[in-house]
């Protein structure tokens, strides 16, 4: 069968593709370009037609455009956006073939050979290409030809078809730059007087490839089929996605856990295929009347295990409404991470056969179940962290993405409890204090904790004191909650059986309750 | 009926309990998390049988403990739970209402995947809620302890305790220690109070808590 190849070209793809992303705010017709730093100034990288008018060029410096045409727009390039681009260009153009590689950084190779007439022939092929591509303001440069090297040529310098066999007397008269040639060789060519291709053509080509290096005589075998031109095609990312579509709406839990059944099965095997776990699930589902729901699992561990992924997403399919039924159910892996092989256990290791859950397993089950209903972010662990500071000595992390902590490490005695700071009302100040036998120096008992305070509404009376641990506040940190200056700890016994964590700020003076002991 | 410590404590498997709230009620679910720390036997069959963290040293996997808690800030402090336990083996859960605490509690009792769950409750615990709570432990096969407010306890529970901390030394009261003069004083004595028991009499205990076998000694027994 004739190979067929269409070359599609986005001459200003760069510019379109950022008019897209942000139309300019007034009418089209203004001058628009995009900037890049290149050669220590910044110059334009790709302009709108509008611009090409008023006598703007690629490869001008901001400065002398704007010197031109003073309403010119500028926005800076994003290369790798355009590349991002391209190659959502390329997954799209496998609507009409399976085979799509994309050249240089703005064009598209299709090899569409014996896909043509799906579309109804070559012609309507192109114009379905051109109109779609048009309506999402993209404007195509479209070459048909038996070969990549040709359909290059028409594309760039006169669009259109060549008929199949009829490569060298479509390409003919145009140009020798469209053999895809260096601006250098062109430059030499045409001085000897080589202008179109023809003239090339029908050199000997003995003399041709004495003059010049191989590319010359390559590209021209190239574009008229004499020497094999190969079309990459991209490598695309696997999709985690599968649908179920059903010739009937359904609305019963126990046939739409079955159709999630089936879809999981797929999903998992196709995620196993790329040692691939998913950690955040989306089940769509398409209702009769084109409403749609969505219910999102977000996983405590990467998984990819059919029968523990329904059970889980049992609850939340419980509280979809299906409304007049259910025609179309979708199951995508939003999110996933790489898995390493496990091996089957055949030891029996703590109770568990092989094949059976783990505890581990049942465990990280457990918070997604629990993340399902509070959030995945609100199921924490502990975590030590290196501070005197009492409340800063430890953070809470989200359980999922954490492994527990191996070892704390052991400091004073702490509170089981700790609040932020509460101020203890005293009655009478330090009246009490003499009815208290103490240990310590006159100076010292200032600082003594008082005999009875009040907290909480309740008027506690003081039994015994340990005391003090001075801790003082990080000066490099401005925190309100120890603005007060140092704090002296003291752990206090109540009568009325509380054991409370006291501190004293002695530049401030004043007694506050920040932790309960028991 | 004399009513012997060891027939409550520790709790039994499999069914809620109650603990009143403060500082004291912390270290109780502390404890009682502090005992699920304890590895098994090793035979599944055999630990289901056995009281909470009546094993025996080695063997198979600690267990998680998952504590449910209302407040956007936990008041947990893991320094503080180093006497009794270990820290990294709590699972916290915040919630946003007393319903939801409830709820997590529940599904994390059902699915039996943690040996103790432990639930700071805000309101009256109703008599639905306690037996779901007590069901759930029964079908997963672990216990809950709920913190409860003060009379806020439901009829479905198991046992209820009151925790205070006591003054028991003559002679410590009314002074002020100085940490470099004495060298350490061990004040950790609770009362701790059955108030109430589903299957015996109730009674009162003075206890302390030895750090190195990790273990509850009885003081003194007050009544029974």
Redesign the interface.
Known sequence: MQRRVVSLWFPRLAAERSLRVRPLSACEDVPFALSIFERNSERIYDLNPRGEVRGLDRGMTTVQARSLCPELVTRPADLKADQRFLSALARWATRYCPWVGTYERDGLFLDITGSDHLFGGEEALVEDMRERLSRSRLSPCIGLADTPGAAWALSHFAEGIAAPDRSLSAIAELPVAGLRLSQETCNSLKRLGIATIRDLHNLPRATLSRRYDREVLQRLDQALGNMSEQISPIKEDPLFAVRLTLPDPIGLLGDVMAGVGRLMTHLCERLDKHQKGARVLRLTFRKVDQDSESVDLKLARPMSDPKRLLTLFERAVEAVDAGYGIDMIRLEAVQVEAVSMRQMETVVASGSFPGQETTTDRLDDLITQLGSRVGLENILRFCPQDSHIPERSFSLVPAAYNRPAKSWPHHRPRPVRLFPPEPVTLPGRHQNNLNVQTDLKDQERRFAPPASFRWRGRLLSLALAQGPERIAPLWWDVDDSWGQGLRDYWQVDTRQGHRLWLFHTPQNPGWFVQGEFA | MRNDFASVFPLKRSRAHEVVT???G??FA?IVAGMTDRK?T???NLDKKLPVGSGPQGG??AG?V?WCCENRK???????????C???????????THL?VL??AE??LR????PLVVAEVSERVGLTEGRRLQLAAEAGRSTAVLIVPDGGGSNAAETRWQ?????TEDG????????L??ES?D??H??WSLIKNKTGTLSEWIVRWDAATRRVIVVSEIGG
């Open positions: 403060g500082g004291a912390f270290v502390a098994t090793g035979t599944p198979g996997l998680t998952v936990p008041t947990l402090n893991p320094e503080g739970l180093l006497p009794y270990d820290p990294g083996r709590f699972l916290i859960t915040r919630t946003q939801d709820a997590s599904t994390a699915s039996g995947a943690v925790c205070r901390a006591v003054m410590l009261e009314n002074r002020v220690f100085n940490p003069a004495v004083f004040s950790t609770w009362r």
